[in-house]
């Protein structure tokens, strides 16, 4: 089951200029197994080579616009970022603005997350797994394309290095509620969420995006949740 139902991939103006000009420095190629979303079991993210250097990775899922993965990495020259999404025209954007702001150290891959989990990524390579704002699917049929459950749980544990960190964002409580739910259950996480009702403090790294002032402006409220691996 996809989490997203895939939107337009024809750049066009300036977000096709930017494809052209920057992907050779920031895009990941993706060998594909079938669909266009998907990755070849047999792709090894290979980290020292993307970057040319070795550095504590945190990887994003979802970048959308990328305005979250490009301040911070902007803001940390020495970690690497690794932004996931399926939406080509946001990585356009991400690209655009990673170049505008001075920000290298990000690379970016075009797949369906679950996929660069299970394969592509190497087993506890990964200091800092990221995942703001997912796609909430509120409607209760459509809950089971959410991409929080125990299977995606056992992939994200499979390539963080011990000790490292699982940070989640939603505005939608009842979503943030099955991710805490979910979470607390897994074994290979411990929960570090120590703010006001078992909730983690805001993330300072983590800027406020289009998409999180979306849901304050509809007066929903911003949750925080924090998992370490064992
Ligand atoms: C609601 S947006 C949030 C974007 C951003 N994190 C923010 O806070 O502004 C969710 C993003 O997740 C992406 N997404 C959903 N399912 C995905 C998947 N399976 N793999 C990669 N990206 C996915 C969507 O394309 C979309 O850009």
Do not use: C
């Not at 803001?75 to 932004?83: G, I, M, R, S, T």
């Not at 993330?203 to 289009?210: K, P």
């Amino acid at each position: 089951m996809l989490s997203f139902v895939r939107r337009g991939t024809r750049l066009q103006g300036k977000q096709l200029a930017a494809w052209e000009r920057l992907s050779g420095h920031y895009l990941v190629d993706v060998p594909r197994a079938s669909a266009a979303t998907s990755v070849d079991p047999e792709a090894r993210f290979d980290a020292a080579s993307a970057f040319g250097r070795s550095a504590p990775l945190v990887v994003e899922i979802g970048s959308g616009l990328g305005d979250a993965v490009v301040a911070a990495a902007a803001a940390a020259p020495e970690q690497d970022f690794l932004a996931l999404d399926v939406y080509r025209p946001g990585l356009s954007d991400l690209m655009r603005k990673a170049d505008t702001a001075g920000a290298p150290n990000i690379r970016v891959i075009e797949a369906n997350a679950p996929d660069v989990f299970a394969t592509m990524l190497v087993p506890a390579s990964v200091d800092e797994v990221w995942m703001f704002f997912p796609d909430p699917w509120p409607k209760k049929r459509h809950h089971k394309r959410r991409l929080v459950s125990p299977e995606f749980a056992a992939l994200v544990a499979r390539v963080l290095r011990p000790g490292g960190r699982w940070r989640l964002a939603t505005d939608w409580e009842e979503y943030a509620e099955q991710m805490r739910e979910t979470l607390d259950q897994v074994a290979e996480f411990s929960a570090a969420n120590e703010g006001a009702d078992g909730w983690s403090p805001r993330f300072e790294r983590r800027i406020e995006t289009g998409f999180e002032r979306k849901g304050i402006a509809a007066g929903r409220v911003i949750r925080d949740l924090t998992y370490v691996r064992r």
